[in-house]
């Protein structure tokens, strides 16, 4: 029997912490006087409910509202376990109109596949979650937003921010302003369809002001725990780094690895850095 943890952030945020297994991300209830908003829906109905059951078992008041921080899978394919009106950027409302008219079979998956639209990863993390049955029902959101959406739950503001980046073009950050809470969504990991796993350095540096002109205190990102600023900017700064170094060495590897190692100060760049450099190399192809 799997434990699942659920931690509060202050008196108006609830959270579910992310379960790797099957690439469940963080889940959020953010409530204030009049209304609850929730952040992503879950990988399944399975994942939702867990969710809605510890609301339920805290006396938190159900979500009135849902973000979507962007349209994969792991975020959006719980929509259907909730009874409230799905607010997503528009891109993110085009990605999952599309996949609603899909079929999720062995055959559907492998199609998804060839066009790069999602990866042989997902698709094994979909096989896990949702087993022999498959009962995969993708919704389209209800309401489109382009740009920054601004949300009052009654005494606290929730600031949806559209970003972008390599990740995924759709991304979306949401800030809790009262509770200086930031939702980082996957908006700071690579691209993972359509090609290698990627950054672009540009991309990357350009979303790092980004998320550092919040000043936020916590930062949480999808598939991680909560951070304090220093922790974000420690866990973070080898990435900044390596891109800014890239952005001069380019294509050289090993100027790069070389570079990295100096900053760092160590004799042997650790393997997600090493991988890291890989993704930057990659990245140096896409825009
Ligand atoms: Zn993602």
């Known amino acids: 029997m799997m434990e ?6 202050g008196k108006h945020i609830l959270i579910m912490h992310p379960e790797d297994d099957t690439d469940r991300p963080v889940l959020a209830a953010i409530t204030g006087e009049k209304r ?3 952040m992503d829906s879950g990988n399944s109905r399975a994942h939702a409910a867990l969710f809605r059951e510890e609301l339920d078992r805290r006396g938190i008041r159900m979500p009135d509202l ?19 009106p799905v607010i997503a950027h528009e891109g993110t409302v085009a990605m999952l109109a599309e996949l609603s008219g899909r079929e999720w079979t062995d055959a559907g998956m492998e199609e998804l596949i060839q066009a790069g639209t999602i990866s042989e990863e997902s698709v094994e993390h979909i096989r896990l979650e949702y087993g022999d049955s498959r009962a995969v029902a993708v919704n389209k959101p209800d309401i489109a937003f382009t740009g920054t959406l601004t949300i009052d739950l009654g005494g606290i503001t929730c600031e949806l921010s ?11 950050l949401l800030y809790i302003k009262e509770e200086r809470v930031l939702f980082l969504g996957d908006a700071l990991g690579p691209a993972v369809y359509g090609g290698p796993r990627r950054y672009n350095s540009k991309n990357f540096l350009q979303l790092m002001d980004q998320v550092g002109s919040y000043q936020a205190e916590c930062y949480v990102e999808s598939h991680g725990l909560p951070m304090n600023e220093q ?20 294509d050289q590897r090993e100027q790069v690895i070389q570079e990295l190692k100096v900053w760092l100060q160590t004799e042997e760049l650790p ?9 930057f190399m990659a990245g140096n192809h896409y825009s």
């Not at 699942?4 to 952030?9: I, S, V």
């Not at 393997?271 to 993704?279: A, E």
């Open 4 to 9: 699942h943890t659920f931690q509060a952030l």
């Open 36 to 38: 609850t908003l929730l």
């Open 66 to 84: 849902l973000v979507l921080t962007h349209w994969h899978w792991d975020h959006s394919f719980g929509m259907s376990a909730w009874e409230a």
């Open 162 to 172: 559209h970003v972008g980046g390599d990740h995924s073009a759709d991304s979306c």
């Open 231 to 250: 922790e974000f900017r420690d866990d973070l700064a080898p990435w900044v780094q390596l891109a800014r170094i890239v952005e001069t060495a380019g």
């Open 271 to 279: 393997g997600d850095l090493l991988r890291g450099v890989d993704y």
